[in-house]
T-cell receptor, first 113, second 111 residues
Framework: DTAVSQTPKYLVTQMGNDKSIKCEQN?????MYWYKQDSKKFLKIMFS???????INETVPNRFSPKSPDKAHLNLHINSLELGDSAVYFC????????????FGSGTRLTVV | RKEVEQDPGPFNVPEGATVAFNCTYS??????FFWYRQDCRKEPKLLMS???SGNEDGRFTAQLNRASQYISLLIRDSKLSDSATYLC????????????FGAGTQVVVTP
């Protein structure tokens, strides 16, 4: 059983398109996150939801819109894709993060051409 | 100054040898610390938490030095399968669960 699953795994799209990435966790965790890992391998938080409520919203262009229909799902919609959006996007979930950290999904490699 | 800093490496280690590397963090009020491992084109996976007294998990030993604000990871009897990027992760106080990640230290174990 996959704990945190993301789809799609790979996404290649043209500039200006709109795309969505889906994430689901079956761990019963209350909190879910979106992180972006750029070409320099640095992981930066974008958003976090706790029980469907947005609790972290970093300085991210408003072309990025998260949505959490329930605590097991956190999706990411991106409008008007730009070349600079190319990166790997990781979904993660946590419960008692101080003790157990995060569990990550396998990532979505987004390439904008 | 970055919140979490690591030597990017690579650390080239002969199989069977010991390798150690550090990470420094800027927030003195940070509460908890982790080492994650990330293989090429894969997601980060929790390797171990780091406790104040230091802790060991098999061939891996983690240490925390709060006074100097650094944590360390030591790998003994290195295996080829230890080749990966090791991410230092810090949980600052009042962060709403927002972990801070270093950019990683690459370890390459050679036969």
């Amino acid at each position: 059983d996959t704990a945190v699953s993301q789809t799609p795994k790979y996404l290649v799209t043209q500039m200006g398109n709109d795309k969505s990435i889906k994430c689901e966790q079956n761990l019963g965790h209350d909190t879910m996150y979106w992180y972006k890992q750029d070409s320099k391998k640095f992981l930066k938080i974008m958003f976090s939801y706790n029980n469907k409520e947005l609790i972290i919203n970093e300085t991210v262009p408003n072309r990025f819109s998260p949505k959490s229909p329930d605590k097991a799902h956190l999706n990411l919609h991106i409008n008007s894709l730009e070349l600079g959006d190319s990166a790997v996007y990781f979904c993660a979930s946590s419960q008692a993060v101080s003790t157990y950290g995060y569990t990550f999904g396998s990532g979505t490699r987004l390439t904008v051409v | 100054r970055k919140e979490v800093e690591q030597d990017p490496g690579p650390f080239n280690v002969p199989e069977g040898a010991t390798v150690a590397f550090n990470c420094t963090y800027s927030n003195s009020a940070s509460q908890s610390f982790f080492w994650y491992r990330q293989d090429c084109r894969k997601e980060p996976k929790l390797l171990m938490s780091v406790y104040s007294s230091g802790n060991e998990d098999g061939r891996f030993t983690a240490q925390l030095n709060r006074a100097s604000q650094y944590i360390s990871l030591l790998i003994r009897d290195s295996k080829l399968s230890d080749s990966a990027t090791y991410l230092c992760v810090v949980n600052p106080a009042d962060s709403w669960g927002k972990l801070q990640f270093g950019a990683g230290t690459q370890v390459v174990v050679t036969p």
